[in-house]
């Protein structure tokens, strides 16, 4: 019983050793990454707030933002 229980043990052990070597093994496919300048021109214009007041783009000063777009359907 012990002899089959290893070799059980060791083809289940080598099966996950090679799943898992085979999952750290990289793509040539990986997207170009995009370099941006920090010097980016401001774009004109406003924004709509949530409570519908304008803002301004230009107070944003530019620093990172997160602009959330919705339309209703």
Do not use: H, Y
Not at 42 to 47: C, F, I, L, Y
Request: with cysteine; glycine share 4%; net charge negative.
């Amino acid at each position: 019983m012990l002899p089959r229980f290893t070799r059980i043990t060791a083809l289940i052990a080598a099966a996950i050793t090679l799943l898992f070597l085979a999952s750290c093994g990289s793509t040539s496919d990986t997207p170009n990454v995009i370099k941006t300048s920090e010097k980016q021109e401001v774009a004109s214009g406003t924004a709509v707030s949530v409570d519908g007041a304008i803002i301004p783009i230009k107070d944003f000063d530019s620093q990172p933002t997160v602009l959330w777009f919705w339309a209703p359907n």
